[in-house]
């Protein structure tokens, strides 16, 4: 797969790293409340985000082509 | 005597009978604005306090509890009905403008009421009123989903009123107070909260949601969106806060509304799983709010901020796709594509509903969401935490990406549709609603003012904002990379609404089968029986006149008469 280049690709990785780096920044200076264990991860929603989507993707196509897709006059009969 | 109090509801509700009796348009367009308007002026008006107190037998019926936590749901409700007449305005219809102005009149009723009979009184209103808004589109699939629509609602209210029954024969009072001491200790508890939970279309109670919202008309489905699950949330936080199942189910929904949304093929129905994703998080938020808990009064907030948001964005973001189905005629991705050059400004306004319900920074989502998430990070429940964030994910995905690009761009427009202009008024509809949406993103504190709790979250914190900014840019990703996988597919996704449909269709067939063959076999015999069922079925027809204006009629003047005789009742107190 190749990687797009179009002028408003760059700003987003433009914006990508700002988010990374800023999150690394406050994770690192900033003394805040942990709750849970992930809390202690740098950049814990880039990566929760990235793969939770994939997760969400993977459960959802599953579920609807193997069970729940169904043509359109299904209930007409 | 001095009349201290009116009910906003009942403006609205009375109000609205005389718009067919208004002869000059202008006019007609200028009072249905103005209704809504009266009733917020009524609104800023209102004391806190118990009013228009009805003695009926030995129960005591209270029409206008006004406190901390009705008083938020009126508002919101009021402020979306003046956005969404503005939206409607263009309608020919008066009818349908009746029916949407007492569906937004009960549901003030279903928050205002301080008892167990009153609300209930509301709450079949809110049901007969909004099915109107789904038969006036006038189709046959809008005259069955109505059907099936209904139905889900009398029986959630037959459920509901049998539990109410229940609890004043054993306590003696219809009082509707919190039920949390008592959780567990009676089955009226647990017929009182399913017949909560059917209008919070908890799954798996929620396909008629799903089912009848996309069926609606164009703008009856924006006032759809709005009454009926946020007055189930309000009577859940009033009635049921800290009840922990609700905890679970609300993270569940939240999650379960963003998987089936994903694999969605009409517009308005993806937005309408996202109605059960977004109560959801109202939903949980209640069942965490345990009274007395720093983390439960923020759950609370959370829940109730949330549903004052969620009204604002959900009613925009319909109201957009309402506008692609009015100038296009069509719903579904696979019938549309390519339309940014010929509706920019719908785009645009409609993003803004769409960052909104999304939770991004500078949205109103963002400072409602975050308040609920941030009570389960406080009760320190981890499951709780990453179902809330992943529905988010799920969110951004389908109603920032995935739709945008199947209706605005993804290559050039099918030549077979055609684009009309947009009437001027729905436009100017979605833009009130859109600037509400970030004036309260950017200047929350109106909102956390008049939350039912003392408001010590902050939303615009730097890790709070970086969390949320990484989380959607980060999603980005893997849609860019599926993105082609997601074009819509040309087929229905089933729900748990098939363990209705199927099997009540084969039980009706065998009934007929069973019928014919005994019909065949009297038949030869002594044809007693068939002359009889004609006879009967002849008459049952003849009561029906399959009139939707007369089914109308009927319904109003019951209505009418019971409201009369309560408000008469209140206002002599």
């Known amino acids: 797969m190749e990687i797009p280049t179009g002028p408003y690709f760059k700003l987003y990785y433009v914006i990508l790293i700002i988010s990374v780096i800023a999150g690394v920044l406050h994770d690192v200076m900033a003394h805040h409340e942990v709750h849970f264990v992930w809390d202690k991860i740098p950049a814990f929603h880039a990566v929760f985000g990235f793969l939770g989507c994939f997760v969400l993707i993977f459960v959802s196509k599953t579920l609807g ?4 897709m169904r043509r359109e006059d299904y209930y007409d009969d | 005597m001095t009349i201290e109090w009116i009910h906003p509801g009942l403006i609205l509700i009375f109000g609205a009978l005389l718009i067919p009796f208004i002869r000059n348009r202008k006019l007609k367009q200028a009072y249905f604005l103005l209704l809504p308007v009266i009733a917020l002026i009524d609104l800023l008006m209102m004391q806190h306090g118990s009013y228009w107190n009805v003695n009926f037998m030995e129960y005591e019926l209270v029409l206008g509890r006004v406190d901390r936590l009705s008083i938020v749901f009126a508002y919101v409700f009021v402020i979306a009905a003046i956005c969404m007449n503005i939206y409607a305005l263009h309608l020919e219809r008066d009818w349908e403008h009746v029916s949407a102005m007492m569906y937004a009149g009960a549901g003030l009723g279903a928050v205002f009421a301080g ?4 609300l209930y009184i509301f709450w079949e209103v809110m049901a007969w009123a909004s099915l109107f808004l789904i038969w006036f589109r006038g189709t046959k699939a809008a005259h069955n989903a109505g059907f099936r629509y209904i139905m889900w609602h009398l029986a959630g209210g037959v459920i509901l009123l049998g539990g109410i029954v229940m609890y004043t024969q054993s306590t003696g009072s219809i009082e509707f107070t919190s039920f949390t001491q008592f959780w567990g200790t009676g089955l009226c508890y647990y017929l009182i909260l399913l017949g909560f939970i059917i ?34 949330v309000y009577v ?7 009840v922990e199942i609700l905890m679970w189910l609300g993270a569940i929904m939240a999650v379960y509304g963003v998987i089936f949304a994903m ?36 759950a609370i907030n959370g829940a109730t901020a949330h549903a004052f948001c969620h009204i604002l ?14 100038v296009t005629g069509k719903s579904k991705f696979t019938e549309l594509g390519g339309l940014y050059k010929y509706m920019p400004v719908t785009f645009w306004l409609y993003m803004i509903g769409a960052f909104s319900i999304s939770g991004f920074p500078l949205f109103n989502g963002f400072v409602s969401k975050t308040m609920t998430v941030e009570a389960s990070a406080m009760l320190h429940e981890p499951i709780i935490w990453l179902l809330l964030e992943g529905a988010s994910i799920g969110t951004f995905f389908c109603i920032a990406l995935k739709l945008p690009r199947n209706v605005w761009f993804g290559g050039e427009k099918p030549a077979s549709i055609e684009v009309k202009k947009p009437p001027k008024n729905m436009l100017a509809g979605m833009g009130l609603t859109a600037a509400l949406c970030v004036i309260l993103g950017v200047y929350p504190e109106p909102l956390y003012n008049i939350l039912p709790y003392a408001v010590e979250f902050v939303p615009y914190t730097a890790g709070h904002v970086i969390a949320m900014s990484q989380l959607f840019i980060f999603a980005f990703i893997p849609f860019w990379i599926m993105r082609e996988k997601f074009r819509g597919e040309p087929e229905i996704v089933l729900d748990t609404d098939w363990f209705v449909r199927k099997p009540g269709r084969w039980f ?7 019928l014919i063959k005994y019909a065949e076999f009297d038949e030869k015999r002594c044809f ?3 002359a009889l069922f004609e006879r009967l079925s002849k008459a049952i027809r003849s009561i029906q006149t399959g009139y939707l204006t007369y089914y109308l009629q009927i319904v109003l003047l019951i209505v009418m008469v019971t409201l009369v005789l309560a408000s008469i009742g209140g206002m002599l107190l």
């Open chain 2, 199 to 232: 209008n919070a279309a908890v799954p798996p109670l929620h396909p008629w949601l799903a089912d009848a919202y996309p069926e609606a008309t164009v703008t009856g489905a924006v006032y759809m969106t709005a009454f009926t699950t946020k007055s189930a």
């Open chain 2, 236 to 242: 859940l936080a009033r009635g049921f806060p800290g």
């Open chain 2, 528 to 530: 007693i029986f068939p």
């Open chain 2, 508 to 514: 009706i067939r065998f009934c007929e089968n069973t």
């Open chain 2, 115 to 118: 008892d167990l009979f009153t």
């Open chain 2, 263 to 298: 694999l969605q093929n009409d517009g308005r129905r993806l937005l309408a799983y996202h109605i059960v994703s977004q109560v959801g998080y109202m939903v949980c938020g209640v069942g965490m709010g345990i009274f007395g808990l720093a983390a439960g009064e923020m």
């Open chain 2, 313 to 326: 964005y959900k009613a925009l973001l319909f109201m957009g796709m309402g506008v692609v189905l009015e």
């Open chain 1, 65 to 68: 082509h193997y069970l729940l």
